[in-house]
């Protein structure tokens, strides 16, 4: 199966995003903890967290709007890797993570339903 996006947004407020070295040192993105003042060194950045993308209160990505993303042609580049299809092993985990919070969403319909 070819890697596709049905535009759920699920992976948009799982998962911490890590922007790269480039992306980071661009300024362009909101990131954790701005507030404290950007870091140069990157290694240390990224030991701090501080290249991650800044979340909302409740807990997705600040760039997400709805289910779409309010940046998606200038989308860091872990977001364009990253497919809830892949087979990649790299991605094995978050897979797992993505099905089984898939599942419980659904499950919550039903329940509401019932
Ligand atoms: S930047 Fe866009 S694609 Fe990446 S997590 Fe945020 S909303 Fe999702």
Do not use: W
């Not at 030991?47 to 309010?70: P, R, T």
Request: aromatic share 10%.
């Amino acid at each position: 199966m070819a890697n596709t996006c049905n535009g759920c947004g699920l992976c948009c407020k799982l998962f911490l995003i890590n922007l790269n070295r480039e992306e980071y040192q661009s300024g362009k993105f909101k990131t954790m903890f701005e507030q404290f003042g950007h870091i140069d060194d990157f290694k240390l950045a990224r030991e701090s967290g501080v290249n991650f993308l800044a979340k909302k209160e409740n807990g997705e990505c600040i760039y997400l709007d709805g289910q779409d993303c309010s940046i998606h042609a200038d989308r860091p580049a872990v977001c364009r890797d990253f497919f809830c299809t892949s087979k990649a092993e790299k991605f094995k985990t978050m897979v797992k993570i993505i099905k089984e919070a898939d599942k419980e969403k659904n499950s919550s319909v039903l329940q509401i339903k019932a």
